[in-house]
Nanobody, 117 residues
Framework: DVQLQASGGGLVQAGGSLRLSCVASGLIFDDYAIAWFRQGPGKERERVSCIFISDGTTFYADSVKGRFAISSDSAKNTVYLQMDSLKPEDTAVYYC??????????WGQGTLVTVSS
């Protein structure tokens, strides 16, 4: 079975940092694009960032460019999302997902990030 385990969420003050982790199992890690999505209260789900594991190509939503950084460690089947300069509007449940950039067939459980003002 494919499993994606997201962790690292928490409560942080505005301007602070958090690092999310997504550990994947049951799939050939290098064959996938791994993305982080988020859904804030009353908001639609948004793809925040994505990385192609095979070549490290990355994508960022305009809302997080310059503040968030995605990376991967193939030895650990793990993708990280470093989130700096956090804002209250970054408050959301963050999910990791595996797919081919356009479509994601595997999803992890969410991890809650709360940014206080």
């Amino acid at each position: 079975d494919v499993q994606l385990q997201a962790s690292g969420g928490g409560l942080v003050q505005a301007g602070g940092s958090l690092r999310l982790s997504c550990v994947a199992s049951g799939l050939i890690f290098d064959d996938y694009a791994i993305a982080w999505f988020r859904q804030g209260p009353g908001k639609e789900r948004e793809r925040v960032s994505c990385i192609f594991i095979s070549d490290g190509t990355t994508f960022y939503a305009d809302s997080v460019k310059g503040r968030f950084a995605i990376s991967s460690d193939s030895a650990k089947n793990t993708v990280y999302l470093q989130m700096d300069s956090l804002k209250p509007e970054d408050t959301a449940v963050y999910y990791c997902a595996a797919g081919n950039f356009s479509a994601y067939g595997y999803w992890g459980q969410g991890t809650l990030v709360t940014v206080s003002s």
